[in-house]
């Protein structure tokens, strides 16, 4: 866990450990179909923020941060 500025870290509420979960999301309600929002996650609440998202039909994708930053690198 770490509290250095610009790490990473979960988006669980409380929570300061360092994010290795990227939960990829949108409101079919508010946002176009390609928008994405994401939450990050440590190994301890991605199940749990996996959950929450994927019961209201919210959750598109989990990878890895690491992957994520790839495709987002990748992507222009």
């Known amino acids: 866990m770490t509290d ?3 790490v ?3 988006s669980a509420k409380g ?3 360092d994010a290795v979960w990227v939960l990829a999301w949108n409101n079919p ?3 176009t179909p390609e928008r994405r ?3 990050l ?3 301890e ?3 749990h923020l996996s959950r929450f998202l994927g019961v209201r039909g919210f959750l598109k994708d989990v990878v890895t ?3 994520w930053e790839r495709r987002s690198a990748s992507d222009g």
């Open 4 to 6: 250095e500025p610009g």
């Open 8 to 10: 990473p870290v979960c």
């Open 15 to 17: 929570c300061r450990a």
């Open 29 to 31: 309600r508010l946002h």
């Open 37 to 39: 929002k994401t939450w």
């Open 41 to 43: 996650a440590c190994e």
């Open 45 to 47: 609440h991605r199940e």
């Open 65 to 67: 941060l690491a992957e």
